[in-house]
C-alpha cells in the first residue's frame, strides 16, 4: 500500500482483510486482518508481521501500528 521511513529505514507496508474458504466444509469464510511490512537490510529482507480475526480489527489495529512503528534494525 505504501512505503515509509522509519529511522532511516524504508519499509514497504501493507494493510489489509483476507478472506479464505474454510477447510471444514462449513462454507464460512476464515478473514482475517494483517498488516505486513518488509525491507531490505545488509542484502537480507526482513519481514514484520500481525494478524488477528477480523472482528478483533478495531481492539488490535492501533497496537499494530504501534508495533510496527517499534521496530528497530541494528
Known amino acids: 500500500e ?23 466444509g462449513s462454507g464460512v469464510p476464515i478473514v482475517k486482518y494483517s498488516f505486513i511490512q518488509y525491507t531490505i537490510h545488509d542484502g537480507q529482507t526482513l519481514v514484520f508481521s500481525f494478524s488477528c480475526p477480523e472482528y478483533q480489527k478495531g481492539k488490535w489495529q492501533d497496537t499494530a501500528h504501534d508495533i510496527m512503528s517499534s521496530v528497530i534494525i541494528k
Open 2 to 24: 505504501e512505503i515509509t521511513t522509519l529511522r532511516k529505514q524504508k519499509f514497504v507496508v501493507f494493510e489489509f482483510i483476507s478472506r479464505i474458504k474454510s477447510d471444514e
